[in-house]
């Protein structure tokens, strides 16, 4: 990666960028598309932007239509932290929300995507983007939903129909261990093997016993629920679609179209994933970290490869273009989204309350800026996702954003179902859950575990596996909720 040259090119748009006559337009029509988007568009662009657990999404993304958009859209603000500032009043929680969240974004899903392979693609962003604002954002979202259901339809018909069926599949997925089967403890076979299928890898409620699964039915049921309300509810990049909506009814019919759509990657990720396990069981499952190394130099796992795979060993040529095309819409709808929801964030909460008298055309310029400025911050970070302690983006992502969330999630249901819910108790009650949140992060990526059946290398202290590898994220999510809300009832004045 030659950080270089992507500055160079990058400083020179800038003060290309800096040097345009930006039209006077209103900031409704960059950071909100004129409040003139069909409900179709609207659940496109919510299906398109995905950095959450699909699992309940159905559920919250109606949620959102019913419950909470009724209260964002009478309030008539463009960004979410701007609405606890209506709620509650005075500047700090809007100020605290909008920093945490870009971090948040800068976190877990500029640099997450630019290191999933869209660094190559982030100049073809920037001229919709910057032309058009949130409109180009919506319809462009519109156009690679399309491409990407039609892509991943074609590949999960062909994985199915390669691996013998899906009744065979479901045979066959239990049988995909790798081929040399590493003990996770020599001197204890009852551990198990690494990369082994698990008994209950069908099952949606798995055992809560610690280390018996890696999805216990506790963060399921209840931890799941709290990131999901969170993210489907409460989001910039997901409520900025719905609030660029026509009127109420077509914010709820985007949300209607978003949920059904949400019906979909079972069929299009899930049965896909499977097959690319039994298809390349050695590869997907390696079971030592030297092979794990040499295949996809990573020592902890290879599972981030499975699409990759499919898609070079399955595809014909033409339809493999095609595939290719349908990733990059996933990447570009993703960016795109992040990009628009973070500019507005710092450039109508932060930049405007800094320069309260900025002229609409300052305003605009500063939100153009500022996405270079989080694409820089984001490869910086991405040498610390690559050394992360799972081979697994997404649960990197995840586990991130359950540290971090909950307070958050916990504020905003009480600002919107609990009157009595104040400033101070607020305020106060989300500084703590981030210390609460920061520690459990500290504690997560300070310590690196040994790679599957390593049984030589030094260990983490006894009380780590205790506080930080038994207690999953998903549980620890829960107990953030609960804390935090308990906490802010109780601070009232």
């Given at each position: 990666?030659?950080?270089?040259?992507?500055?160079?090119?990058?400083?020179?748009?800038?003060?290309?960028?800096?040097?345009?006559?930006?039209?006077?337009?209103?900031?409704?029509?960059?950071?909100?598309?004129?409040?003139?988007?069909?409900?179709?568009?609207?659940?496109?662009?919510?299906?398109?932007?995905?950095?959450?657990?699909?699992?309940?999404?159905?559920?919250?993304?109606?949620?959102?239509?019913?419950?909470?958009?009724?209260?964002?859209?009478?309030?008539?603000?463009?960004?979410?932290?701007?609405?606890?500032?209506?709620?509650?009043?005075?500047?700090?929680?809007?100020?605290?929300?909008?920093?945490?969240?870009?971090?948040?974004?800068?976190?877990?899903?500029?640099?997450?995507?630019?290191?999933?392979?869209?660094?190559?693609?982030?100049?073809?962003?920037?001229?919709?983007?910057?032309?058009?604002?949130?409109?180009?954002?919506?319809?462009?979202?519109?156009?690679?939903?399309?491409?990407?259901?039609?892509?991943?339809?074609?590949?999960?018909?062909?994985?199915?129909?390669?691996?013998?069926?899906?009744?065979?599949?479901?045979?066959?997925?239990?049988?995909?261990?790798?081929?040399?089967?590493?003990?996770?403890?020599?001197?204890?076979?009852?551990?198990?093997?690494?990369?082994?299928?698990?008994?209950?890898?069908?099952?949606?409620?798995?055992?809560?016993?610690?280390?018996?699964s890696d999805l216990p039915w506790t963060g399921v049921v209840f931890g799941l629920s709290?990131?999901?309300?969170?993210?489907?509810?409460?989001?910039?990049?997901?409520?900025?679609?719905?609030?660029?909506?026509?009127?109420?009814?077509?914010?709820?019919?985007?949300?209607?179209?978003?949920?059904?759509?949400?019906?979909?990657?079972?069929?299009?990720?899930?049965?896909?994933?499977?097959?690319?396990?039994?298809?390349?069981?050695?590869?997907?499952?390696?079971?030592?970290?030297?092979?794990?190394?040499?295949?996809?130099?990573?020592?902890?796992?290879?599972?981030?490869?499975?699409?990759?795979?499919?898609?070079?060993?399955?595809?014909?040529?033409?339809?493999?273009?095609?595939?290719?095309?349908?990733?990059?819409?996933?990447?570009?709808?993703?960016?795109?989204?992040?990009?628009?929801?973070?500019?507005?964030?710092?450039?109508?909460?932060?930049?405007?309350?800094?320069?309260?008298?900025?002229?609409?055309?300052?305003?605009?310029?500063?939100?153009?800026?500022?996405?270079?400025?989080?694409?820089?911050?984001?490869?910086?970070?991405?040498?610390?996702?690559?050394?992360?302690?799972?081979?697994?983006?997404?649960?990197?992502?995840?586990?991130?954003?359950?540290?971090?969330?909950?307070?958050?999630?916990?504020?905003?249901?009480?600002?919107?179902?609990?009157?009595?819910?104040?400033?101070?108790?607020?305020?106060?009650?989300?500084?703590?859950?981030?210390?609460?949140?920061?520690?459990?992060?500290?504690?997560?990526?300070?310590?690196?575990?040994?790679?599957?059946?390593?049984?030589?290398?030094?260990?983490?202290?006894?009380?780590?596996?205790?506080?930080?590898?038994?207690?999953?994220?998903?549980?620890?999510?829960?107990?953030?909720?609960?804390?935090?809300?308990?906490?802010?009832?109780?601070?009232?004045?």
């Amino acid at each position: 990666m030659n950080l270089s040259g992507l500055f160079c090119n990058n400083w020179f748009l800038l003060e290309y960028i800096h040097l345009i006559e930006v039209p006077e337009t209103l900031l409704v029509d960059i950071f909100l598309a004129s409040r003139k988007i069909h409900f179709i568009p609207v659940g496109a662009s919510i299906f398109a932007s995905v950095n959450a657990f699909e699992l309940g999404a159905t559920f919250f993304i109606l949620l959102l239509g019913w419950f909470f958009l009724p209260v964002y859209l009478g309030s008539g603000v463009y960004t979410m932290p701007e609405y606890l500032q209506k709620r509650f009043g005075g500047q700090r929680i809007k100020m605290y929300i909008s920093i945490l969240t870009l971090i948040l974004y800068v976190f877990t899903k500029i640099s997450a995507d630019l290191y999933a392979g869209a660094l190559f693609i982030t100049h073809l962003l920037v001229y919709l983007l910057f032309l058009e604002g949130l409109t180009a954002v919506i319809w462009t979202d519109f156009i690679q939903t399309i491409l990407m259901i039609v892509g991943a339809l074609i590949l999960s018909i062909l994985s199915i129909y390669e691996v013998g069926g899906y009744e065979s599949l479901l045979v066959k997925f239990f049988s995909s261990n790798p081929s040399n089967l590493l003990p996770k403890d020599p001197n204890d076979l009852s551990k198990g093997y690494c990369g082994e299928i698990e008994e209950d890898a069908l099952h949606l409620f798995r055992s809560s016993i610690p280390g018996r699964s890696d999805l216990p039915w506790t963060g399921v049921v209840f931890g799941l629920s709290i990131s999901a309300i969170w993210y489907w509810c409460s989001d910039q990049v997901i409520v900025q679609r719905a609030l660029a909506a026509k009127n109420f009814s077509h914010a709820k019919g985007g949300c209607i179209i978003a949920s059904y759509l949400k019906l979909l990657p079972l069929w299009f990720i899930i049965l896909p994933g499977m097959a690319s396990r039994v298809l390349f069981k050695d590869v997907i499952a390696c079971s030592t970290p030297s092979k794990c190394k040499e295949l996809c130099n990573s020592e902890l796992g290879c599972s981030n490869q499975a699409f990759i795979l499919l898609v070079t060993h399955l595809l014909p040529e033409g339809i493999r273009g095609l595939m290719i095309a349908v990733m990059l819409a996933a990447l570009m709808s993703s960016l795109t989204s992040i990009f628009n929801s973070a500019s507005t964030i710092f450039t109508m909460d932060i930049y405007r309350y800094i320069r309260n008298k900025s002229s609409e055309n300052e305003l605009v310029i500063v939100g153009r800026i500022f996405v270079f400025i989080l694409v820089i911050i984001s490869i910086l970070w991405i040498p610390v996702i690559q050394s992360a302690n799972d081979s697994q983006l997404f649960i990197y992502i995840q586990s991130i954003t359950s540290f971090l969330s909950p307070p958050i999630c916990a504020v905003y249901l009480l600002a919107l179902f609990w009157t009595p819910t104040n400033e101070p108790g607020a305020f106060w009650g989300l500084l703590i859950g981030l210390a609460i949140g920061l520690i459990r992060f500290g504690l997560e990526f300070g310590y690196s575990e040994p790679a599957c059946g390593d049984v030589n290398s030094p260990r983490p202290p006894s009380w780590w596996y205790l506080l930080i590898k038994d207690l999953h994220f998903l549980n620890f999510n829960n107990g953030g909720i609960r804390g935090n809300t308990d906490m802010e009832c109780d601070m009232r004045i």
